[in-house]
């Protein structure tokens, strides 16, 4: 007995390593390099990805009709109504005087419904558009739609983001993974580097 015991240690290691080489297919590491490459991060100086996208009322934005009055602040966030988006989309709201007053416009965008931003805006009374991205084509575009984890769980969603983009349609500044407090300063500080 003691000898079969020895040969399954020994059979076990080589288990695990076929497992090992079956999760790691060809061509991963370029495909991940890929991943980097095209990651929100990574765009700044860069022409913004071009988007026409309903708000919550049906009417179609696009970038150039954005872009063509001043800067602007496109924020990417996951989900309406949510604690996070919520804090996030008020401080905006309140401090969009500040924004406005450096020649900028706010504009959030989810892969939410136009319905479910009409509610978001009436109960959070939101004075800037939320656009409807609901096939997330946008978001990846942008390099925001990505893999996430939550209590173990993974799946696809939108990572927080905001992108500062001048009258010229080009990213002049990314906040990657956005910590909601004291995110709108940061923002109104690149608005006033833009000069």
């Known amino acids: ?16 390593d076929k497992r090992a080489k079956k999760s790691a297919p060809k061509g991963s590491a370029p495909k991940r390099a890929a991943a980097v490459a095209s990651s929100g991060a990574s765009m700044e100086g860069r022409k913004a990805p071009p988007f026409a996208l309903p708000d919550r009322e049906g009417s179609v934005i696009s970038l150039s009709d954005l872009t063509a009055s001043g800067n602007l602040v496109l924020y990417f966030y996951p989900k309406d109504m949510t604690p996070g988006c919520t804090i996030e989309a008020c401080s905006f709201r309140d401090h969009l005087a500040a924004i406005r007053a450096l020649g900028a416009h706010v504009v959030g965008m989810s892969g939410d419904s136009e319905a479910s931003h009409q509610k978001f805006t009436d109960k959070y009374e939101l004075n800037f558009p ?66």
Do not use: C, W
Request: charged content about 30%.
């Open 1 to 16: 007995m003691a000898s079969s015991k020895k040969t399954l240690k020994k059979s076990r290691p080589a288990a695990k």
């Open 130 to 195: 939320l656009l409807a991205d609901k096939d997330n084509k946008v978001a990846k575009a942008y390099g925001v739609y990505k893999m996430k984890s939550l209590y173990g769980r993974q799946f696809m969603g939108i990572e927080r983001t905001t992108f500062v983009i001048d009258r010229a349609g080009v990213i002049r500044k990314v906040f990657p993974k956005v910590k909601v407090s004291g995110h709108t300063d940061e923002v109104i500080e690149a608005l006033r580097s833009l000069g």
